[in-house]
C-alpha cells in the first residue's frame, strides 16, 4: 500500500527562480474586498474592458453550432494563416508567407514554441527591466538564462543596439523585445529597431520581437521587425488589439529554418490551438471590425490623456510619454518609500488597485506602480479622487 | 542593416529527439487524395466521430453571447473545478478537493505543468513502449530523459511494479501511466496499479497518471490513481470522452505539495485555459449530457466489436484484447515486412489510412500498425472490404 503521509515535494530547480504575479494576490484581495461590499477602483487589470467583437463571436458560434469541433491542423487553418498575412500586406507593406504564420494559444503558446526550439540550457537572453514578467520566465523553463537590461527614460525604456553590444557574450542566444512594452507603454523608435536588428545579426544572435500591443498606439504607430527583417522570431496575439483575452489566440511568424522544427514542437506540446478562436478570429480582419477596433483605440487614447496628467498632479512622476497598450509606469517615490506597501494601502484605505512595480523586474521596483487606462473615464476620475484624498489625509 | 542572406538555423538540441507525428503526413497524403476525387476510410484518427454534445456547445454560446470573455483565474474557473471534484466522487468514490483540480488548455496543458514543476535536467521517466509519443517528448522538453519500458501482451501493454523495480536508477524521477493506451487499448489491472503505485513511492518517486481515455471502456472500468494515492499527479481531458478535443480542454490533479509551483509556472506559461470552454464544460456533467455520452461509449464498442474480428480474419494478430479508447494495435508481420510500407500502399491503393507503429515508440514499430474505430460500422465494414480486395490482389 502507498504510504499513509504524503512525501515531502520535489520541486524542480527552475521553480525557485519563476515568480508569482504579485498582481494575483493583489486581485484576490481586491476580489475579497468587492465581494464583502467595497467598490473598488481597477487600475491593476491587463486586459481591455470591451467584449469580444459581435462579428468574432458570431463567427465562433456559427462554427461551433455546424457540427463537429475537431482538431484543427497543428499550425493552424489555413483561412486564418492567410488571413493574418493579409493583414501584415495592409497595416505593415510587408509580405509574409502564410506558411511562416504559426496560430497559437495567445502570445505564450507562441513564446513557448519560440524558445523551446532557440533554446539550449545555458543559452542566455537580454530583456529589458522593467519588462513582462512572463518572458525571463519562459527562457528559465528551457533552462535558459535570462540576462536583464537596465532601460530608463534615457532609452525610452527600450534596449538599444548599444545595449545588446554591451551585455553581448558567447553565451547570448537572442534578446527579447517587446514594442510596445508592458509596463511603459513605450515604443522602440524605427531606427533603434533597425540598428537593435543589426547589431543582433551581427553576433547570429536572434531577435523575438514581441508586438502584442501593436494596434493599440496613440498619435503613433510601431513598427514590425518583420519590416526589417525575415530572421526574427515576431509574437503577436488576438488578445489586446483584438479584444479576445479570454478565447486564448496568438500566432507567430517563424523564419524560415526554423519552420519544421516549430511545426514538430507544436504538434508535440499543443495538438492545435482553440479550434472555435481561430473559426472566430477569422472575423478579426473585416473591415467592419477593424473599424470597432479603432472607435475602441480612441477610447483609450481618451482614457490615457485623463490618467496621464492627473497622475503626474497627485506628485507621480511620468518620465517617459506612453505611447502604446494602456499602461502608465509611474514613479511614486516622492509619494512613497516603497511601491508595493502604497498598492496595498491604497487598495484597503482608498480602494483604488494598481499593480506594484516588483512584477516587472528588479530594476527600482519599490519606486514604481502601474497604472492601467482601461477602466472608462468616470472611473479613472473616480480613482483619482480617491488617491487624491488618501494622499491628503496622509499628509 | 540586417544581412541580405539569412544566417543558418540554430535549432535547440532538444529539437533532435523530438519526432515529428508520422500520421500526419500520411493524413496530409490522405487529404490530398481526397481533394482529387478519391474516397478514403479514415482508420487513422485520433478523435471521436462525434459531434461537441449540445448542452456544452449552447452553454459555450451563452456565455460569449453575454459580453465580455476575460481571462479566467489562472487556475480555472471555480465551478468547473468543483464540478470535476463531484465527478470523483460520483463515477470514482473518491474526495478531491476543488483546490487541487487546475483546468487547462487540453491534457497537453497539463503535461507540460506536472512536468515543467517535477523535472531536472538529467531526471529520468519511464514510459511504455509502445506508447502515445508526445509523452516522451514533453519529458525531453524540459531536458529530462524519456525511458522507454518495452511492453508486450504478456503484462498486458502496461508497466508494473516489477518493470520500475528493474528499470530504477538513481536518476529515475517517475513514471508515466496511460490507461487505457493509445495505442494499444489496454488497462492496468487494478490491483497491478495498486503495486506500482507502492512500488514508485517506496522509491519516493513520482507517477505521471494520464487517464485521458477514462470513460471510454468496454464490459469493465478504469482505476483513477487517485482510488489509491494522494501523491499522483492525474491528467485528464474534455477531448476524448466528452468530445471536446478541438475546444482544448483538460485537467490536472496536483498533490497538495505541489499546487504553489503549478500555479505559478501556470500564471506564467498560459494565463489561463480558453473561457468559452470552460463555461462550456459547465454542462459535461449533466445527467443528460452523461446520458449522450454514455450511448456513443455504446455505439464505439460496437464499431470495436465489428473491427476486432475483422482484423483478425485479414491475417492481422492482436495479442491484447483492447479494453479501453478506440484502438487496435495490430501486428501486421504475417501479412507485410515493413508497417509504414504497407500504410503507405493501403492508403494509395485502398484508400484505407491508418498509423504506421513508428509514432509509437521503438519497440517493434515496423510489424505494428494502429487502427482506429471511431468511424461508423458501415464504413469500418468499407474499409476491411478494401483491404481484403488489396491483400487477395497482391497473394
Known amino acids: 500500500m502507498p504510504t499513509p503521509t504524503s512525501p515531502p515535494a520535489r520541486i524542480a530547480a527552475r521553480m525557485s527562480d519563476i515568480a508569482p504575479f504579485h498582481v ?11 465581494a464583502a461590499g467595497r467598490d473598488i477602483v481597477h487600475m491593476e487589470v491587463g486586459e481591455p474592458d470591451f467584449p469580444t467583437p459581435e462579428p468574432i463571436v458570431e463567427a465562433a458560434a456559427r462554427y461551433v453550432a455546424a457540427g463537429r469541433v475537431p482538431y484543427t491542423p497543428a499550425l493552424g487553418i489555413p483561412a486564418l494563416r492567410a488571413a493574418i498575412a493579409t493583414f501584415y500586406r495592409e497595416r505593415y507593406l510587408v509580405d509574409v508567407a502564410p506558411e511562416r504564420i504559426v496560430i497559437t494559444a495567445g502570445a505564450s503558446g507562441a513564446l513557448l514554441l519560440a524558445l523551446g526550439v ?14 513582462y514578467p512572463c518572458n525571463r ?3 528559465r523553463t528551457f533552462e535558459g538564462v535570462p540576462r536583464p537590461i537596465r532601460v ?23 534578446l527579447i523585445l517587446s514594442s510596445p512594452s508592458n509596463p511603459t507603454g ?3 523608435d524605427r531606427n533603434d529597431l533597425i540598428d537593435l536588428i543589426s547589431a543582433i545579426e551581427m553576433r547570429a544572435g536572434t531577435l523575438i520581437s514581441d508586438e502584442i500591443y501593436h494596434g493599440l498606439t496613440y498619435a503613433t504607430s510601431a513598427s514590425s521587425a518583420l519590416e526589417f527583417t525575415p530572421d526574427a522570431f515576431v509574437v503577436n496575439s488576438f488578445s489586446k488589439y483584438f479584444g479576445m483575452t479570454g478565447w486564448r489566440l496568438g500566432w507567430l511568424v517563424v523564419p524560415e529554418a526554423y519552420l519544421r522544427a516549430v511545426e514538430k514542437l507544436a504538434q508535440n506540446l499543443f495538438i492545435c490551438a482553440s479550434a472555435p478562436a481561430q473559426y472566430g ?20 487614447a481618451t482614457q490615457r490623456d485623463v490618467l496621464l496628467p492627473a497622475l503626474r498632479d497627485l506628485g507621480f512622476e511620468v518620465r517617459a510619454e506612453p505611447q502604446g497598450a494602456f499602461y502608465i509606469y509611474a514613479d511614486c517615490s516622492r509619494l512613497a518609500t516603497d511601491s508595493a506597501t502604497l498598492c496595498h494601502d491604497l487598495l484597503d484605505q482608498a480602494g483604488v488597485a494598481v499593480t506594484p512595480g516588483v512584477d516587472f523586474g528588479e530594476f527600482e521596483p519599490a519606486s514604481h506602480l502601474r497604472f492601467s487606462y482601461v477602466a472608462n473615464v468616470s472611473r ?16
Not at 525604456?157 to 558567447?170: K, N, S, V
Not at 479613472?380 to 499628509?395: D, H, K, N
Request: a negative charge; charged letters at 20%.
Open 380 to 395: 479613472l476620475q473616480e480613482g483619482v479622487r480617491r488617491m487624491r484624498q488618501y494622499f491628503a489625509a496622509r499628509a
Open 137 to 139: 520566465h519562459f527562457v
Open 118 to 131: 532557440l533554446t539550449n540550457p545555458g543559452d542566455e537572453f537580454l530583456l529589458a527591466d522593467p519588462g
Open 24 to 34: 494575483m494576490e493583489l486581485l484576490a484581495r481586491a476580489q475579497a474586498l468587492e
Open 186 to 188: 513605450s515604443l522602440i
Open 281 to 300: 478570429a477569422l472575423a478579426a480582419f473585416a473591415p467592419s471590425t477593424l473599424d470597432m477596433l479603432e472607435a475602441r483605440r480612441e477610447t483609450l
Open 152 to 174: 530608463d527614460a534615457a532609452c525610452n525604456f527600450q534596449p538599444t543596439a548599444a545595449h545588446w553590444e554591451a551585455a553581448w557574450t558567447p553565451r547570448t542566444r537572442g
